[in-house]
């Protein structure tokens, strides 16, 4: 645990706390473990993807929290957090490794052009390398920062690093005829100025001036794009950014899982009929 706390100091001196949206590390790390243990399954046997992992907060709370968990891997396109992490993190922590891959994105090519020469691995180099090999992947707040075409993409690759009954947890903002009265009505946590509509209205843009600080996607259109990567939509917790005031999260959360493969026949289960009413 003094490693942990150790760790957890350093992020809190590092200017790249700020950059994955400041804050206690240590208190973000750990709302984001209550999430995850409603969830997913995390034990000894688990192979965690930590996607768009940052500076480690929610790693480090997800070893703090299960010590005996199998392996966490993070994955970020930012070559500092990256050799932040392996320097703290996976140097003290055997069950623990870093990956940086190629991406780009509008609020973090700023610091990627700002890091010495690294060497980022492609989406199919990752694949090749941990293709079905997850039991559960968490992303936070990476869902709430990208285009469609993004989303998609990502959702795809997720899909395709779970195994078989893998299961992935990833947080969005999800348009509802709820949120969207709360956008109407400016009664969301949000103070939206100046937005956009887009997609026939499928897509909310909290700022067109700046399209990645806040998108959100009507929930049958998430639901679908879930279908398109080849995921199950099992759960979706909605969080208060709307303004509700009894939501447990921020950002909307949403739970799927890869399909098993079908093994044997498709068997028919009989309906057990209900006893009559005397």
Same mark, same amino acid.
């Given at each position: ?149 993004? %989303?998609? !993409?990502? *959702?795809? =690759? ?11 947890? &990833?947080? $969005?903002? @999800? ?51 879930? %279908?398109? !990567?080849? *995921?199950? =939509? ?11 005031? &009894?939501? $447990?999260? @921020? ?28």
């Amino acid at each position: 645990m003094s490693d942990l706390n150790q760790i957890f100091d350093e992020i809190r001196k590092s200017e790249m706390n700020d950059w994955v949206g400041g804050s206690d590390p240590e208190a973000v790390g750990d709302g984001c473990v209550g999430i995850l243990r409603r969830y997913l399954t995390i034990n000894a046997s688990s192979r965690l993807l930590d996607f768009g992992c940052g500076i480690g907060r929610v790693l480090l709370s997800v070893l703090k929290h299960n010590p005996a968990v199998g392996h966490v891997t993070g994955f970020d396109i930012m070559p500092q957090v990256i050799s932040f992490c392996e320097k703290h993190i996976a140097d003290n922590f055997p069950q623990t490794s870093f990956e940086l891959m190629q991406g780009s994105n509008d609020h973090y090519d700023l610091f990627i052009a700002a890091a010495s020469e690294s060497k980022p691995k492609s989406h199919s180099t990752l694949l090749g390398q941990y293709g079905s090999s997850f039991t559960g992947a968490y992303a936070f707040s990476v869902f709430t920062h990208l285009e469609r075409a993004d %989303f998609q !993409a990502l *959702l795809k =690759l997720l899909a395709d690093l779970l195994e078989p009954g893998g299961e992935l947890l &990833f947080t $969005a903002f @999800l348009l509802t005829p709820y949120s969207r009265r709360a956008i109407e009505e400016r009664t969301a946590l949000f103070p939206f100025g100046e937005t956009a509509l887009e997609d026939n209205g499928s897509i909310f843009i909290g700022n067109p001036s700046d399209r990645l600080a806040f998108i959100a996607f009507d929930l049958p259109l998430v639901e679908q794009m879930v %279908f398109d !990567a080849g *995921l199950i =939509l099992s759960h979706v917790e909605h969080g208060s950014w709307t303004g509700s005031g &009894f939501a $447990a999260t @921020l950002q909307d959360v949403i739970v799927c899982r890869r399909p098993r493969v079908l093994q044997g026949a498709i068997q028919h289960v009989a309906i057990v009929p209900r006893p009559l009413r005397t």
